[in-house]
């Protein structure tokens, strides 16, 4: 069985955020118990199942993703590095439809070999109530705290500046009482010229991630957040993680658009039948 490591919303090996990816040849997914022990053996934020669907339906494939230790309702850089290996070993081409936890989702190739995934945006919910226990989980200053609704469960979280950002070190058995998938901070870019919008981090020790190098999933609720901050709808994210990669978002109402590149760097076979 082939398995591929790619980096996601990158366009260089060794950066962007990696993630396995397993196309299965069978009708279904192998047993839970499987699943997870190769998850954890992969040992990535996430790593993507995939098996083809009959033709006819909704959706061309079904999509699982699994962290080391659980299962995700919503993974971006995952469904990205799925649909680059789809689309890169000629197995699949044009839109592609994935059936997910999440509901249908899409993800469409261009010529310049990015690809836009078609997702829920987040809900979000103020949450002055957990400023105080998110700043000391963090060990920084909260301007603001929201909730993002059921598909990712995560809690965003507004800071002062970048260099707040970048200089976090949080505590992740506290960052992981926050009660949440995980945590998104934010903040305006140092540098408004330098071709991003907002930077961001995302720690989810939760879930066996204390911190995600670049997270697709968390960009369908900065995309709210800072479109309504900003007045734009077609915004670019850069997570600002040691290995960085950037986003690019595009707020359509009740759907946000996540667009990116990818990059195989590993290509092997799994010898572990299920």
């Not at 997910?100 to 993800?107: E, Q, W």
Request: with cysteine; aromatic share 6%.
């Amino acid at each position: 069985m082939r398995i591929r490591i790619v980096d996601a919303f990158t366009d260089r090996p060794f950066a962007g955020n990696p993630a396995g990816v397993l196309l299965l040849d069978r009708d279904g997914f192998p047993d839970d118990v499987w699943l997870q022990r190769v998850a954890a053996e992969v040992n990535l934020s996430e790593t993507a199942f995939a098996h083809p669907l009959p033709q006819g339906g909704d959706a061309d494939w079904a999509l699982r993703w699994l962290t080391p230790v659980s299962e995700v309702n919503l993974c971006g850089h995952a469904t990205l590095a799925t649909a680059h290996v789809l689309h890169t070993t000629g197995t699949a081409s044009g839109t592609l439809r994935f059936a997910t936890r999440s509901g249908l989702l899409t993800a469409t190739a261009h010529d310049d070999g990015s690809i836009t995934l078609d997702f829920p945006t987040a809900p979000l919910t103020t949450r002055d109530d957990l400023r105080a226990e998110a700043a000391a989980a963090l060990g920084a200053d909260v301007l603001s705290a929201h909730d993002t609704g059921p598909n990712i469960g995560d809690l965003l979280v507004e800071l002062a500046d970048e260099k707040a950002v970048r200089a976090l070190a949080p505590d992740f058995a506290a960052v992981a009482r926050l009660g949440h998938r995980g945590v998104i901070a934010t903040a305006a870019p140092e540098d408004p010229s330098g071709g991003h919008d907002f930077v961001s981090r995302f720690f989810g020790p939760a879930v066996g991630i204390d911190e995600d190098p670049v997270t697709g999933s968390a960009h369908t609720a900065l995309a709210p957040f800072w479109s309504a901050r900003l007045g734009r709808d077609d915004l670019t994210g850069l997570q600002v993680s040691a290995r960085t990669g950037l986003v690019r978002t595009a707020l359509r109402g009740e759907r946000t658009l996540l667009s990116g590149s990818a990059v195989t760097v590993i290509d092997g076979e799994l010898l572990t039948a299920p």
